[in-house]
């Protein structure tokens, strides 16, 4: 499979979009309800967008899988590839007589590709918006041309395909010594269209800890459903992905190895058996409840309701220790009402039981931590001001002009962004202390929004360059006082998003984006995970301003008319719940 064109998504910036390339010569394709047919251009039909799931992890079998079929006897070049695609499809099955183990694939493959194909190490996935096509080159290759939706890579990392983006793969073949037609020429990797990735995979949460061992930090991959338990664990062992590894820890010693190789979870208990190596490190007691916080978080998955980990062979007794995780279920919306701050309770504005001064001041883009004692604006003349509460006066902490507006992490900085192309960042503590975030990916381009996550460990950053908007996710390097110093690698997400105004963190794993899409041509809320697929919500005309922070059923928007609305849950349509607000926030 020789992608002879390959626009990757943007990680870390956006790919341009690809043109649209249609062969003029009549195409074979595949179709792919039960059964595969041959035909001279036929459509395939697939059904389902993809995308991220709600964090529970289905260990069960796929309800519907293609059933791999041996090469047909004297099939030409163009029938190999298409039973081969199916077949390599079916290889995730966990039933073998399904093609399992893609044995049912490689016997369409010719001497050393047979043994050297690695159908594990990428996975194509294409949507159901388009057709791939198959062109015959000449007598001996053929070549699909598909469009992408996204691409997952051996460890499991999902990139979401800027929208059009194609690729084009190339197939060579040669005669058997029984004149038979096999694949001798091809890349490694799987295509899939998305109902069978739906079946046949499902998303994981690998938890790592902040440097302070408060809270554990989230990372989304994706993992066939088979054996869903070992893959999860290997990946733990393996630490976070490069663009996470300097902002987060894991408690789980270097050196230490799954033994035996697999995790079994037994089917009558639901106990997930997890075999570790012998480490020195595990000696410590306090290390080694660490670890078992993250095993366990990691594991929490259907199918599973305990985990009994060995260390060489011997029982690990100790407790998880108890760390943060994910929203805050208590986090209360707050609304600038007039000329002070009110709280949105059961459907009701109420007054805070200590308001915050606004000084007389006109102040927009309020922001506060979880504690409520860290409470900052930004002023009309486009200033950083903390916020007084009780005795404490309302005053200026950074001066524009121009600045973004605030976000502050569970460590009582205020993260904001100085306009123009220079790219900087800049942190601010309420007693005046300033860090200069470095973030070298952002020269050359204008930050328009900013966002810490709960954990601190994350930081999501809206920008504009000469290649359009990204949306990019960075790990926070600190010092041991725990003071921003430099962003790591941005991870590129939202591919498909094409201009944005307002950012949130909906959850510890998912963005608000307020912005236009390829799939929204007016401004509305979306959802963009950090490992799946965009997704836009039901426009609101005037929308300009969202909140999000505890979860897809606490989703807000305020429009223009200073009204408020809120969607109880993704498939739901938004009701008004307020007039004569503005600024809606949760903490951070």
């Known amino acids: 499979m020789t992608p002879t064109s390959r626009p990757a998504p943007r990680a870390p910036r956006r790919a341009p979009r690809a043109a649209r390339r249609r062969t003029a010569a009549c195409a074979l394709a595949l179709v792919l309800p039960a059964l595969w047919v041959l035909s001279a251009c036929v459509a395939m039909p697939t059904s389902g967008p993809v995308e991220v799931g709600d964090g529970e992890v289905s260990d069960a079998g796929p309800a519907v899988v293609p059933l791999a079929d041996r090469p047909a006897l004297d099939a030409d070049p163009q029938g190999i590839v298409v039973g081969f695609l199916k077949a390599s499809q079916a290889g995730f099955s966990r039933d073998p007589r399904r093609g399992g183990d893609f044995r049912a694939a490689r016997e369409y493959l010719a001497g050393d590709a047979r043994a050297a194909w690695k159908p594990r190490e990428s996975v194509v996935v294409y949507p159901t918006t388009s057709s791939p096509t198959f062109t015959v080159v000449n007598e001996s290759q053929v070549q699909v041309t598909l469009t992408v939706a996204a691409r997952i890579d051996a460890d499991g990392r999902y990139a979401e395909a800027a929208t059009d983006a194609e690729e084009s793969l190339?197939?060579?073949?040669?005669?058997?010594?029984?004149?038979?037609?096999?694949?001798?020429?091809?890349?490694?990797?799987?295509?899939?269209?998305?109902?069978?990735?739906?079946?046949?995979?499902?998303?994981?949460?690998?938890?790592?800890?902040?440097?302070?061992?408060?809270?554990?930090?989230?990372?989304?991959?994706?993992f066939p459903v088979r054996n869903i338990a070992t893959s999860i664990v290997r990946e733990l062992l393996e630490g976070p992905s490069p663009w996470l590894r300097d902002s987060v820890r894991s408690a789980i010693p270097e050196g230490v190895e799954l033994k035996p190789e697999t995790v079994p979870v037994d089917e009558a208990d639901s106990t997930a058996s997890v075999g570790l190596t012998e480490a020195a490190a595990l000696t410590d007691a306090a290390e080694r409840a660490r670890m078992l916080a993250q095993i366990e978080a990691s594991l929490a998955i259907p199918g599973v309701r305990a985990v009994?980990?060995?260390?060489?062979?011997?029982?690990?007794?100790?407790?998880?220790?108890?760390?943060?995780?994910?929203?805050?279920?208590?986090?209360?919306?707050?609304?600038?009402?007039?000329?002070?701050?009110?709280?949105?309770?059961?459907?009701?504005?109420?007054?805070?039981?200590?308001?915050?001064?606004?000084?007389?001041?006109?102040?927009?883009?309020?922001?506060?931590?979880?504690?409520?004692?860290?409470?900052?604006?930004?002023?009309?003349?486009?200033?950083?001001?903390?916020?007084?509460?009780?005795d404490a006066p309302t005053e200026t902490i950074l001066s524009g002009p121009g600045l973004l507006a605030p976000s502050v992490d569970r460590l009582?900085?205020?993260?904001?962004?100085?306009?123009?192309?220079?790219?900087?960042?800049?942190?601010?503590?309420?007693?005046?202390?300033?860090?200069?975030?470095?973030?070298?990916?952002l020269a050359g381009r204008s930050v328009t929004a900013i966002r810490v996550s709960r954990d601190g460990a994350r930081v999501a950053v809206l920008s504009t360059g000469t290649d359009g908007l990204a949306l990019d996710v960075a790990g926070v390097v600190r010092d041991a006082s725990g003071s921003p110093l430099q962003l790591g690698e941005p991870l590129g997400t939202g591919a498909t998003l094409v201009d944005a105004?307002?950012?949130?963190?909906?959850?510890?794993?998912?963005?608000?984006?307020?912005?236009?899409s390829g799939v929204a041509t007016s401004a509305a809320y979306h959802l963009v995970p950090l490992s799946g697929q965009t997704r836009a919500l039901p426009a609101l005309e005037d929308a300009v301003a969202i909140a999000g922070g505890k979860g897809q059923r606490s989703l807000y928007v305020?429009?223009?008319?200073?009204?408020?609305?809120?969607?109880?849950?993704?498939?739901?349509?938004?009701?008004?719940?307020a007039t004569g607000v503005r600024d809606p926030y949760f903490p951070g």
């Open 170 to 222: 190339t197939f060579d073949l040669v005669q058997d010594s029984s004149d038979q037609w096999r694949i001798a020429g091809l890349e490694d990797g799987v295509v899939l269209d998305e109902s069978n990735f739906e079946n046949l995979f499902s998303s994981a949460t690998l938890y790592f800890l902040t440097p302070d061992d408060t809270d554990l930090v989230p990372e989304t991959r994706w």
């Open 558 to 577: 305020a429009t223009s008319d200073a009204r408020l609305f809120w969607l109880p849950g993704v498939n739901a349509s938004w009701s008004e719940v």
């Open 501 to 516: 105004t307002e950012l949130v963190w909906v959850d510890d794993a998912t963005l608000g984006v307020l912005g236009r």
């Open 412 to 441: 009582s900085w205020t993260w904001t962004a100085y306009p123009g192309p220079a790219g900087l960042l800049v942190a601010v503590r309420a007693d005046g202390q300033r860090a200069d975030i470095s973030a070298p990916w």
């Open 308 to 390: 009994e980990v060995t260390a060489g062979g011997v029982p690990l007794t100790a407790s998880a220790t108890d760390l943060r995780q994910g929203v805050d279920t208590d986090a209360v919306l707050e609304v600038v009402s007039g000329d002070t701050v009110v709280q949105l309770t059961n459907g009701e504005l109420v007054p805070l039981l200590e308001p915050p001064d606004l000084g007389g001041r006109a102040v927009h883009d309020l922001a506060r931590n979880e504690r409520g004692n860290v409470r900052v604006a930004r002023s009309d003349a486009g200033d950083l001001v903390r916020v007084g509460v009780g």
